[in-house]
């Protein structure tokens, strides 16, 4: 439902033409996008949580930023006539060279708890599976990451410069993992027993082999994940979630690179590590190529090819168990249970099975 207040907006900037398609967001926040459909054009609408709206304001200048900078399908972001947000101190939010113009935060539209965003409407259609992009669409993809990164590696900021420093995402990943190894594998595997019917349902049953690779891998990775979030790494502005549903397609094109939300500085092999670990599995030869055509691309040799796919392992060890923990409330929480059981989820976690099974086959590990 879109508040009046908006509503109105929407009145000033299309007349009173246009109408309101909802779309599920193919994310796994689940948060709305709706489309915007007019006379001007196609529009995508979507909201963020109030609290948000700094963060947002500096994830939209860099958006703003790469869509000028670069001939890449980046969304446009449209700008408010009324209702934008208004900071004390504006100039925290300055984002670019240190002579150049402020960037104030009129591409966000404030009511109640939420602030929105408005952006022009990429066509295409994202790859559905893991595994299943083609040679030359990938290629497209990694020179896409090598596009913005290679823009972005020099960008002066006002109140951070790009250095290589121990990066935040790399010590949380060795952590999370740490606790697992410690204790959080032994305590799921007591709740995951108490479960009645885990081996007749399919969802569960698939769970249940995601937990016991995971043990077995995240035991092989624990001492090189340790390693990487001690090494110093180059930083700089990233999009940080260049997931697979997150590139548009027509064909092996790419016609749209949607949700810069997660965007801020970062270590590029993050970027890498999400987007190729989420279009190939990991026994595809085609992961040394794709680093080897990124780094030729940017003209740096800083990006290892070891580090992208340590991050990558953890990564999805840590994204499978989060369903793992999830599971294992369903005894007492029907909510849990529901999530478990839903279509999108469910489909998720097989997914997430099938990247488990990859990642044990190229290590050369068995699962208890």
């Not at 700008?79 to 150049?100: A, C, E, T």
């Not at 990164?149 to 410069?161: F, I, K, N, P, S």
């Not at 959080?184 to 027993?193: A, I, L, M, P, S």
């Amino acid at each position: 439902m879109i508040p009046q207040p908006l509503t109105d907006e929407l009145d000033r900037l299309f007349g009173n033409g246009w109408k309101s398609v909802p779309i599920g967001s193919g994310g796994f926040s689940g948060a709305t996008v709706t489309r915007i459909e007019s006379a001007l054009g196609t529009y995508a609408l979507k909201p963020h949580p109030i609290s948000f709206s700094d963060r947002i304001a500096s994830t939209h200048a860099f958006q703003e930023f790469l869509a000028a900078r670069t001939e890449l399908p980046i969304p446009h972001l449209l700008r408010w006539s009324r209702g934008r947000l208004h900071f004390n101190s504006p100039q925290k939010h300055r984002i670019g060279n240190r002579n150049g113009p402020p960037q104030h935060p009129d591409t966000l539209f404030a009511i109640g708890e939420y602030c929105w965003e408005l952006t022009d409407w990429k066509p295409g259609e994202p790859v559905r599976s893991t595994g299943w992009i083609r040679d030359e669409a990938l290629n497209n993809v990694i020179d896409a990451i090598a596009t913005m990164h290679a823009h972005v590696r020099d960008w002066e900021l006002t109140w951070a410069a790009p250095v290589d420093c121990i990066e935040r995402g790399l010590e949380l990943r060795a952590s999370k993992l740490s606790d697992y190894m410690q204790s959080g594998f032994d305590r799921c595997k007591t709740h995951w027993e108490s479960i009645p019917d885990r081996r007749s349902q399919p969802v569960l049953k698939s769970l249940g082999r995601i937990l016991s690779l995971a043990r077995a891998v995240g035991s092989r990775l624990y001492k090189p994940m340790q390693e990487l979030a001690t090494i110093p790494v180059p930083s700089h502005w990233i999009a940080r979630d260049l997931w697979r549903e997150h590139f548009l397609f027509d064909g092996d094109r790419i016609t749209g690179i949607i949700d810069f939300t997660a965007s801020k500085i970062s270590w590029p092999g993050l970027d890498l590590a999400r987007s190729l670990g989420t279009f190939l599995l990991d026994e595809d030869p085609r992961w040394e190529a794709a680093i080897e055509r990124y780094r030729f691309a940017v003209g740096k040799q800083e990006i290892e090819l070891h580090d992208v796919r340590v991050t990558h392992r953890v990564s999805t060890i840590l994204s499978a168990m989060h369903y793992v923990e999830t599971a294992c409330q369903s005894t007492e929480s029907p909510q849990a249970w529901r999530l478990i059981r839903e279509p999108r989820i469910a489909a998720r976690i097989l997914e997430l099975e099938t990247c488990m099974d990859s990642i044990a086959k190229a290590m050369q590990v068995t699962g208890a």
